[in-house]
């Protein structure tokens, strides 16, 4: 029985990874401002569609001490992330001072193109900035009741109040002010992803993944095991999923995945496990490493899944070519 020798660590890179561009902006914002764990701020949710696809947000404090958390951001670091500090900067806004908490949201359009913005959250100095974009003669764009500024890098960005900032490329942020100002639906009125949020959003790494992004992320953490028959019934019946993340002591990872019935869990379940024990037994020992702490379970109709190492063990698993070849 020939499974993916690498499931948890396949979980961690494909679920972290809404895109290689949104990782980084994860990572990197995962290591900078003191603050307290806090769900989605009101007026964050107001401009989150309906129809998203992940979001990841991060509480800085949670990993700004942590070296396994350095070590993550220094090993899958991508070089869109330099772009998005330098269009922060240039926007007035200093990404180690000014941020606390940062949230990115992923969500599908027509023809399931995907769009992507982000959501920070902190102390910015609004009038500062608005008084500096003056004085440079700079122009927002109006767009209904929202002025759009431009960041570089292709950016904008909008002040959502004092303390809270959208930014992304156009189309995605006038996608975004729809669903608050032009009667575009909002996640609100999907039970299904926002009653996933409100039962992570207290942890300081949360992400919750809707029913095509989990359907993809579990054929990949099942790797050969995904083209048999069954796999193909079952995930139809895979819903969504969150995850949570904690670098306290060590890395913790905590996954659910929400099915139809608690026997499509036990099935899924039972696959996970027969991959687990057969890689314990076999596999090499960066691979048993991998899945020494990891455990797999279901309840009623829950997928799930536990991992924890120390950040010694941890940091090995980041240098280690299985790491690299998941996390592509």
């Given amino acids: ?12 890179s494909r679920m972290i990874n809404m895109k290689q561009f949104v990782t980084g902006l994860f990572l ?19 401009v989150v569609p309906a129809a998203l696809q992940q979001i990841i947000s991060v509480d800085y404090p949670a990993l700004r001490d942590s070296q396994a958390a350095h070590a993550l951001r220094d090993r899958v670091l991508p070089d869109s992330i330099k772009q998005f500090e330098t269009a922060l900067k240039g926007a007035g806004v200093d990404p180690d001072k000014d941020i606390e908490q940062l949230t990115f949201v992923s969500y599908r359009v027509a023809k399931g193109t995907l769009y992507g913005i982000g959501i920070a959250q902190g102390p910015f100095k609004q009038k500062e900035f608005l008084a500096k974009m003056r004085l440079k003669k700079i122009k927002p764009e109006k767009y209904l009741l929202s002025y759009l500024y431009p960041m570089g890098s292709g950016m904008q960005m909008v002040f959502l109040d004092p303390t809270t900032i959208l930014f992304g490329e156009n189309a995605a942020i006038k ?4 669903v608050r100002d032009n009667g575009a639906e909002s996640v609100q009125s999907n ?5 996933l949020i409100t039962s992570v959003q207290d942890s300081p790494v949360w ?6 992004g989990t359907q993809n992320m579990m054929r990949s953490a099942l ?8 796999y193909d019934v079952i995930k139809k019946r895979l819903l969504a999923s969150d995850y949570v993340m904690d670098f306290t002591n060590g890395v913790t990872f905590d996954l659910s995945v929400k099915t139809s019935d608690t026997i499509t869990a036990a099935t899924l379940s039972g696959l996970l496990k027969a991959g687990v024990l ?18 797999v379970d279901s309840s009623n109709d ?6 924890k190492a120390d950040d010694q063990r941890f940091e090995a698993l980041l240098k280690s070519d299985l790491f690299a070849a998941v996390s592509k």
């Fill in 1 to 12: 029985m020939e499974q993916n020798p690498a499931s948890v660590l396949t979980l961690l």
């Fill in 207 to 212: 992400s919750v993944l809707d029913q095509a």
């Fill in 223 to 230: 790797g050969q095991a995904a083209s048999l028959a069954d």
């Fill in 278 to 295: 057969y890689r314990k037994l076999s596999g090499t020992p960066t691979e048993k490493l991998a899945l020494e702490n990891t455990t």
């Fill in 302 to 307: 829950l997928l799930q899944m536990h991992f």
């Fill in 175 to 178: 996608g975004a002010i729809d």
């Fill in 191 to 195: 039970s299904t992803m926002n009653d």
């Fill in 28 to 46: 990197s914002g995962a290591l900078c401002m003191p603050a307290l764990a806090a769900p989605l701020s009101s007026n964050a949710r107001t």
